[in-house]
Every structure is written in structure tokens, then in C-alpha cells.
């Protein structure tokens, strides 16, 4: 795929076009397929410089390779942006429908935050124990990189091999951060230096045993190809050269390199302690939360928010008789076996088949709440072993726009006591059904939606809807379990936390173990699960603010169209207001709903 020469003299075309366009020689429609024809050539410019993107998007172009992350890559890409944002710009829009102008305005808006964002660029820990690259190889061979041919299985070895030159340039990045003094605290190094032993046992690196993770994957894969067992073999065999020349070496850089590092590493959390860390802290929470709210503000929200819930909390106890306060209720509902699993392979099955079943009885009630409703399938699996650890509670991946690959909802069973049965419902809706999967998949198959806005996304919005998601359910009578019920208000309550400590973290340079603390006194779930939400929270600034504040914007607009509209109201339509333009600011969002209700009242 070459977009160089080919894009430029499309783009030129396409703002040739445009901007000869006026109401006299062209209509609306026209002009606006021509803008959207205009963006997605821009990203697919963009895709074209990111083969893991590509196989995301289901291509199987560059299938060998993984991104380049040096810094002549990065200030190319830069480039890139500031020309796609002039030639964006330069379009008159004055000639097109509504969906194409916002289109202009979100691209316009992207671009300029992106370019922004820059100056921040090496202010983060590109090694972690949530997403770090180093655990991205294993999970994106796996779970991303499909073989259906000959061709393929020889990609994915590709893959292996150049897994060496990404370790090179992590490495470089790294330095940067090290000069700069940017260096993850303590905690994170035993994390990583285990993921990259993980990684790097078993077959073949191990003499004997059970193959390593990525040989077990590729093997299962290769195995369903229809060739011969000699062809089989050879590329097994080629894939274990692979792995002991190529990936071996490279992890083993990275383990020595991690390892010299730690003894740099401080206790302090926060990323005040970065350079011009303030400053950045407040680009984040504005990136994040799509809001001019101020770590302050968000500080705030969260302390009533948690006073509410807690609130409701106590309700849901007079319900169920419980004699004691809440805190024995936390104590109860934490330590009490009834509410967990086994922690062996038929509980953490049951769990699965438990999540799967909530998931199909929610989709039998979707009419009652939605007009639009996804295509795509949607899948329960078991975080992989390899990452589970130090993975997060639970997460959703997007199906491939061709079919090819279903939506997933992962649930990490690690530790089976950080699952509890009452909260297995909330997270179903979050990160399946009418949650993440619903608004990613309907976003995925919007039509004449320019592709940058189908495959984007403002965590705000999606975490919002997300978290939203929880409670809409029981509107239509399910969390029948009143355990249930006080489940989703515990994971609420967690959203609402997140508010204080994230903002205590980085703003307020609260230690972990204070996080921790306040996180004891407030919430239901075990030590070691708020042990490892804190040291989320500690990599990822800000992301933790995204869920509630997006859940209080979608709540606010649809109390305040009830209000507006009284019998007019129609919750379907108003979800469909919300989900009709994918993933956007809270500030479009607000606009699109205000929008909506002046239409119904005007007509």
C-alpha cells in the first residue's frame, strides 16, 4: 500500500473539488462525499505508517511487522499531522451537511490536540505493568494476528524476529525518559522483570517443558492451517530459530537494562515530580475528560459522589437485613465465601459461562432500550495467563470491522476472590452488552462516517457510556439480586474514588500508600484489587477520571431532556442521539442532544 504520490494528488483533488464547490455547481451531498472521501485518504495515510493499526483494522499489508516507535519515526509522524491539519483547514465547509462539517471540526480538534500533546510526548513509562510494549508483543500475536495461510504463519514469524528491532528502539526511548528523569517508581520494576521471565519460558528457550506462550499460540495456529505435517513442522521449527535468535536477545536487553534501572527508582508517584509536571497533569485531565474541569473541581465531584452512593449503599443493607454499618457491610460482602467462586479451573469457568449467560439475556432485552443495535459478535474469554497479573479487572476489545474477529470481553481471573459474584453483573453490561461492545461496534458500522471518527474514540465518551451502561439495566428490572444492585454501586463508588485519588495522586502528591488508605475506608473490594487499581491509576494519569465524568455528562443530558421534552421523551431515541455519531467530546455530545430536543419541540 503506497500513499505518498497517490494521497497528495487525491487530497489536492478532493480540496480542488471543494473548494469549487457552492450551492450553484454542487450540492450538499456531494460536496460532503467528497470531504469524507478527503479524511479517510488522510487516515489511511496515517494507517499505512502502522502495521499493528493495519492488522487491528483487519489488513494484512506489512503483516510482519510492528510500529515504528524511534524518534525519527515520531517527528515524521508530527509532519504528517501538521500537513493533514493544513490541508484540512483549507476546505471551505460552508457547503456541507451537518455530519460532514463536524467531521471537519473533530478532525481540525484531533489534529491540533495531537500536535499539542507533543511537548509531552516522553512523559510516560512506555514499560509497565498494565500495558507496557514488552507485554504488547505476546498479546498481539495472539490475540490479533490471525493466520489463515502459509503466508501468514510466516508473517507472524516475521513478527518474531523484528521483535528485536522494537526492543532496540524501546530501549532508546527509555533513555530518553532516564536523562530526563523520568523513571517508573519502584513498584513497577519486579512487575515487568517477571512479564519478560514469563515471556521468555518454556519452549524454546527451555530445554524440555511445555511450550512458551507465543510457541503454543503459533503452534495451535499452524496446526488448523490445511498443509502438510512436514510444512507444519518446518515452520514451527523456523519459529523456535526465531524466537532463541531474534525475541530472546531482544527481551534479554530490555530484562538487564530494567534491572540496572530500578536502582535509579524512587517512591514517588505522582507525576508532579516530571518536568513541567503540574502543567501536564492539566493538558491530561483536558485530553481525558474532554472538560475545562480542573483537578480541584474533579477532587471535588468525586468526595459527593462517594457520600451519595455510599448512601444507597445503606438502603440496599436495610433491604437485606444486615445488622452493622457499612464498613462490616464492605467487611462482608469482601470476605464472605458465598460470594466467590472457587479459585480452580471449574469456578473460573463458571464465571465465564455466568458472564456469557448475563450477556445473551441482555441482548433479548436490547429492543426495549435501543433502536440501533450491534452486528458483530461478541465473545467472554479468560485474560491470558502470561498477563494476568498485573492486567486490570477486566477490559474489551473491538471486533474487526471484517468480520474476521468478534468483540471480547476479557475477565481477569487471576485471583477469584477480586471477582465477586454480586459485581459479575455490572461488569457484563460495562464491557459487553449494552456497554463497550454496544457503542464500539455501532460506532464500527456507522455509515458515511469517516473512518478516523469510526475507529478514534474520547475516553470520556466511551468510558462515560460504559459506566452509564451499569445502571441502565436496571431500569428494566434485572440486578433482581439486591447483591447484585449493591455490586454495581460498589463498582460505581469505585468510579467515584478514582475521582479523589487520581486527582491526590498527581495533583495533591498523595502517596500510594494514602491512595491505598482511602481506598480501604471507602470501598468493598480486597486489598490486593485496590492495590493494583492505585498502581494503574499511578501509570495512566487522568484515564481514571474519565469513567464518572462521562457517566455524570450523559446522566445530566438525558435529565435534562426528560425535562424539556415531558411525554415526548423516548429513551430508544435519546440512546440513539448519544450513539449516532460514535465516540465524541462531552462537548458535542451536549451540543448533539440540545440539538435533538430543539427539533422535537420545533416540530
Not at 216 to 223: E, I, L, W, Y
Not at 267 to 285: I, R
Amino acid at each position: 500500500m503506497v500513499y505518498s504520490v497517490k494521497t497528495t494528488l487525491l487530497v489536492l483533488a478532493a480540496i480542488l473539488l471543494l473548494n469549487g464547490c457552492t450551492s450553484k455547481t454542487a450540492d450538499s451531498e456531494q460536496a460532503s462525499a467528497q470531504a469524507i472521501a478527503l479524511l479517510d485518504n488522510l487516515f489511511m495515510e496515517e494507517v499505512s505508517h502502522s502495521p499493528e493499526s493495519m492488522t487491528y483494522l483487519g489488513m494484512r499489508e506489512r503483516y510482519d511487522e510492528w510500529d515504528n516507535i524511534s524518534e525519527t519515526a515520531t517527528e515524521r509522524s508530527l509532519k504528517m499531522t501538521r500537513r493533514h491539519l493544513a490541508t484540512v483547514k483549507a476546505i471551505d465547509t460552508s457547503v456541507l451537511d451537518a455530519s460532514a462539517k463536524l467531521s471537519i471540526r473533530m478532525f481540525i480538534e484531533q489534529a491540533e490536540q495531537t500536535i499539542a500533546a507533543h511537548q509531552w510526548r516522553y512523559h510516560n513509562y512506555p514499560v509497565n505493568q498494565m500495558r507496557g510494549v514488552h507485554s504488547m508483543v505476546p498479546s498481539f500475536l495472539i490475540n490479533q494476528h490471525l493466520i489463515a495461510s502459509r503466508e501468514e504463519a510466516q508473517a507472524y514469524i516475521g513478527r518474531i524476529k523484528n521483535a528485536s528491532l522494537l526492543m532496540d528502539q524501546l530501549l532508546e526511548q527509555l533513555k530518553i525518559r532516564e536523562d530526563k528523569g523520568i523513571i517508573p517508581p519502584q513498584f513497577i520494576f519486579p512487575y515487568v522483570l517477571k512479564s519478560i521471565e514469563n515471556i521468555t519460558s518454556g519452549a524454546p528457550f527451555d530445554q524440555g517443558g511445555v511450550d512458551s506462550t507465543i510457541l503454543a499460540d503459533f503452534r495451535a495456529k499452524v496446526a488448523a492451517l490445511e498443509i502438510s505435517d512436514t510444512e507444519q513442522a518446518q515452520l514451527i521449527d523456523d519459529a523456535k530459530i526465531a524466537l532463541l535468535r531474534h525475541l530472546a536477545p531482544g527481551y534479554s536487553k530490555l530484562h538487564q537494562y530494567m534491572s540496572a534501572l530500578q536502582i535509579k527508582a524512587d517512591n514517588q508517584h505522582g507525576v508532579w515530580k516530571f518536568p513541567d509536571g503540574e502543567a501536564f497533569y492539566n493538558f491530561a485531565l483536558k485530553r481525558t475528560t474532554t472538560t475545562d474541569l480542573t483537578a480541584d473541581d474533579i477532587h471535588q465531584i468525586g468526595i459527593v459522589e462517594v457520600q451519595r452512593i455510599q448512601d444507597e449503599m445503606r438502603a440496599i443493607m436495610k433491604t437485606v437485613n444486615f445488622d452493622g454499618d457499612l464498613k462490616a457491610f464492605f467487611d462482608f460482602t469482601r470476605d464472605d465465601k458465598q460470594f466467590y467462586y472457587p479459585d480452580t479451573a471449574a469456578g473460573k469457568q463458571a464465571y465465564l459461562d455466568r458472564a456469557t449467560a448475563v450477556i445473551d439475556n441482555m441482548q433479548s432485552r436490547l429492543d426495549e432500550l435501543f433502536i440501533t443495535k450491534p452486528k458483530a459478535a461478541l465473545q467472554v474469554k479468560a485474560v491470558e495467563p502470561f498477563r494476568e497479573a498485573s492486567a486490570g479487572q477486566a477490559f474489551y476489545q473491538s471486533p474487526a470491522p471484517d468480520g474476521s474477529r468478534p468483540g471480547t470481553y476479557f475477565a481477569n481471573l487471576y485471583r477469584m476472590s477480586d471477582m465477586a459474584k454480586y459485581q459479575l453483573e455490572a461488569l457484563a453490561y460495562h464491557e459487553g452488552l449494552p456497554g463497550h461492545h454496544m457503542q464500539i461496534s455501532i460506532a464500527q458500522e456507522l455509515k458515511n462516517m469517516p473512518k478516523f471518527r469510526l475507529y478514534g474514540g474520547h475516553t470520556a465518551f466511551i468510558e462515560g457510556w460504559g459506566l452509564y451502561s451499569e445502571l441502565v439495566p436496571k431500569e428494566i428490572g434485572l440486578y433482581e439480586d439486591p447483591y447484585s444492585d449493591f455490586g454495581r454501586l460498589s463498582g460505581e463508588l469505585y468510579r467515584a474514588c478514582r475521582l479523589v485519588v487520581d486527582t491526590g495522586i498527581h495533583a495533591k502528591r498523595w502517596s500510594r500508600q494514602r491512595a491505598l488508605d482511602y481506598m480501604a475506608a471507602n470501598v468493598p473490594h480486597s486489598h490486593g484489587y485496590n492495590v493494583r487499581q492505585i498502581e494503574r491509576y499511578i501509570v495512566m494519569p487522568s484515564q481514571a477520571t474519565a469513567y464518572k465524568i462521562g457517566m455524570l455528562k450523559i446522566q445530566q443530558l438525558r435529565s435534562d431532556a426528560t425535562v424539556a421534552l415531558g411525554e415526548k421523551f423516548d429513551i430508544r431515541q435519546f440512546h440513539d442521539v448519544v450513539l449516532k455519531d460514535g465516540s465524541v467530546p462531552l462537548t458535542i455530545l451536549e451540543d448533539n442532544v440540545k440539538a435533538w430536543i430543539a427539533d422535537l419541540l420545533a416540530g
